[in-house]
């Protein structure tokens, strides 16, 4: 069992900053993969950001890349979402994830554990 808590999110500007953080306990070993997916309201599930928990390697929606930073800081089981340059279509729930190791790790339904999800709503 994996518990994932994530914090961060609230009501922005256009332009704006944001960093969500997602800390797990539990019984981390058998994860290496944390992701970062968001919805919309009524609009699918969408894959964000992964990093291996292991070596530190990042993966990016495309759309995202280069707005969007993933990290982790070990020692503190915690992972980030660094958002840049937020923009009103970045409106959504977010969550992190956290899974074995896959090569689909945009996939959604790769991942066994997710935190609650936090809220982030951009206003232009």
């Known amino acids: 069992q994996v518990q994932l808590v994530e914090s961060g999110g609230g009501l922005v500007q256009a332009g704006d900053s944001l960093k969500l953080s997602c800390t797990a306990s539990g019984r981390t070993f058998s994860s290496v993969l944390m992701g970062w997916f968001r919805q919309a309201p009524g609009k699918e599930r969408e894959f964000v950001a992964a990093?291996?928990?292991?070596?530190?390697?990042?993966s990016y929606a495309d759309s995202l890349k280069g707005r969007f930073t993933i990290s982790r800081d070990v020692a503190k089981n915690t992972g980030y979402l660094q958002m840049n340059s937020l923009k009103p279509e970045d409106t959504a729930d977010y969550y992190c994830?956290?899974?074995?190791?896959?090569?689909?790790?945009?996939?959604?339904?790769?991942?066994?554990?997710w935190g609650q999800g936090t809220q982030v709503t951009v206003s232009s």
């Open positions: 990093i291996n928990w292991r070596g530190g390697s990042t």
């Open positions: 994830a956290a899974g074995p190791y896959t090569m689909r790790l945009y996939a959604w339904e790769q991942y066994n554990y």
